[in-house]
C-alpha cells in the first residue's frame, strides 16, 4: 500500500502542467540565463523543491534513469515519489544517469564525473537539475553563445566548486558534455553546454 505523501504532490492536470513546465524548460534552454517563471504545480517532499520536483515530472519517466545527491538520496519520501509520480530508475552510478537531481550543488560531484555522451552521440549524457537559491544574489557571471544576441547577464546562487573552471572544461569536450537546469523557488533558467561563460564579476 502506498504512502499518501508518496501519492501526493504530484501534477493536478497532468498533461497540462507537464507541457507548461517542459515549455519553460525549453524556453530557457533557447535562451540560457534567463529566467523563466513557473507557477506552483508540485509539491514533493523536503528537500525536493518544487520547481526541481516539476521538471522531473515534466521530463522524467521509466527510460530515463536518474541520479540523486546525498541529500536526496538519503530520504526514502523523496525516492519513493520519484518512484512512483515518473517511474524513473534510480541509479547510483553517476555515468549511468540521464538526469541527475542535485538539491546541495555546493558539493556536488564534478561536471566531468557525469555521463558526456560521445562524439557519434552527444545526447547521450546528462542532463544536471540544480536547486539554486535564486537568481539574483550569486556571482554575477556573463555569458555568450547560442541564443543570446549579444551577452547575458547572470547571478545564480550557489553553484557548485570550482563552476567556472569546470564550465569552461565542459565546453572543451563540445560537441560531448552536460547540460545544467537550474530550479528556483519559483522559476528555472539553464545553461546547456554550448553557453561560454566569458567574465566573472565581482
Known amino acids: 500500500m502506498q504512502n499518501i505523501a508518496t501519492i501526493q504532490g504530484g501534477f493536478a492536470d497532468g498533461a497540462l502542467d507537464a507541457q507548461r513546465v517542459f515549455r519553460a524548460v525549453m524556453d530557457a534552454m533557447a535562451r540560457p540565463g534567463t529566467v523563466q517563471a513557473i507557477p506552483p504545480c508540485a509539491t514533493p517532499p523536503a528537500p525536493l523543491g518544487p520547481v526541481a520536483g516539476a521538471v522531473a515530472l515534466a521530463l522524467l519517466d521509466a527510460d530515463t534513469p536518474v541520479w540523486l545527491d ?3 538520496a538519503a530520504e526514502a519520501a523523496v525516492r519513493e515519489w520519484l518512484g512512483f509520480q515518473t517511474a524513473a530508475p534510480i541509479v547510483e552510478i553517476l555515468s549511468e544517469a540521464h538526469f541527475a537531481l542535485i538539491a546541495a550543488p555546493a558539493s556536488m560531484p564534478s561536471l566531468e564525473n557525469f555521463a558526456q555522451g560521445t562524439q557519434n552521440y552527444p545526447d547521450r549524457s546528462t542532463t544536471l537539475i540544480l536547486q539554486v537559491e535564486g537568481f539574483e544574489t550569486g556571482g554575477g557571471l556573463m555569458l555568450e553563445g547560442p541564443g543570446i544576441e549579444t551577452t547575458q547577464a547572470f547571478a545564480p546562487q550557489p553553484l557548485p566548486r570550482h563552476f567556472i ?13 552536460v547540460d545544467l537546469v537550474l530550479a528556483g523557488p519559483a522559476s528555472v533558467a539553464a545553461l546547456p553546454r554550448t553557453t561560454r561563460i566569458i567574465l566573472e564579476e565581482g
Open 70 to 72: 546525498q541529500p536526496l
Open 165 to 177: 573552471e569546470q564550465w569552461r572544461q565542459n565546453n572543451a569536450r563540445f560537441p560531448r558534455g
